[in-house]
């Protein structure tokens, strides 16, 4: 009897703390409930202060990442472009110690009705020749060294030839060329391309600098010199959209005004015609 009584008191204990737990709970969430009645503006601004600082220093650091990705990217960028003037630098001293033996075997080209044109212009700007190394590279996803020695006119001359005389005076030039020592590793024959129209020729000179010559007429030459501007507009990454649209069309009009001489267009060397552009 003892035992149940117990039993009885212990389970009536049971529901007074069950209840006494219940009454607390009931008043905390009433005193809680009135003092975000009574001051809800002070609850509200302590919040969003609190959110406000730590999204503001979310973005600061967010900012922080962003500008030393940019800045790593910068100094990347003008390490790649120091390089390429060290590269084009070199490739200018190797031609400017070549270059009297080889303007020496380009003038011996000059005959009656043959003549070279534009020769104070025969050396690439180290400007020039430092962009053409970046863009090469980044192009033909190639290291900057190997761009570099792909360039094959640091030298370039151009012969313009006599119309009448043109078909046959090229592939002559050619051999006097390789004559004096001369390889040729390129050859191309452009005439009754869309945007240019000449013949080019890579070579390798006998110290083993890389030279290009053109071979034009008269005609062709001027006009390539007049559409010039555009050509650059039509190569230049930075240009819009419109304006390559514009000088690809205008290098197109200027280039149907050439006049093929006969026979020019199916100039080879070694069986070899190129490709037109």
Not at 113 to 130: P, Q, T
Not at 177 to 186: H, P, R
Not at 214 to 234: D, L, W
């Amino acid at each position: 009897m003892k035992y149940d009584m117990k039993q009885k008191l212990s389970r009536y204990s049971a529901r007074k703390l069950l209840r006494a737990g219940w009454a607390a709970r009931t008043l905390t969430a009433t005193v809680m409930l009135m003092m975000a009645v009574v001051a809800p503006v002070n609850v509200s601004r302590g919040y969003a202060a609190a959110a406000s600082d730590e999204s503001l220093a979310a973005v600061v650091e967010l900012a922080d990442f962003s500008d030393g990705r940019e800045a790593k990217a910068a100094g990347k960028r003008r390490e790649r472009r120091e390089q390429a003037d060290v590269l084009a630098a070199q490739l200018l001293l190797r031609a400017r110690e070549a270059e009297d033996g080889i303007t020496a075997a380009m003038q011996q080209l000059e005959t009656e009705g043959s003549y070279l044109e534009g020769l104070e212009n025969r050396f690439k700007s180290a400007d020039s020749l430092s962009g053409k190394i970046l863009a090469d590279a980044e192009a033909n996803h190639e290291s900057l060294d190997t761009a570099a020695g792909a360039i094959s006119d640091v030298l370039r001359y151009t012969l313009v030839v006599d119309e009448k005389s043109y078909a046959d005076r090229v592939p002559k030039a050619l051999h006097q060329l390789e004559a004096s020592g001369f390889t040729v590793i390129k050859f191309r024959n452009a005439w009754g391309g869309k945007f240019y129209q000449g013949i080019n020729a890579q070579l390798m000179s006998p110290e083993g600098v890389r030279v290009e010559l053109q071979f034009h007429t008269a005609q062709s030459y001027a006009i390539k010199q007049v559409s010039h501007e555009v050509y650059e507009i039509r190569r230049n990454p930075k240009a819009s959209e419109d304006e390559r649209a514009e000088a690809t069309r205008m290098s197109v009009v200027y280039n149907n005004h050439v006049i093929m001489p006969d026979g020019a267009d199916k100039v080879t060397w070694e069986g070899k015609t190129g490709q037109a552009a």
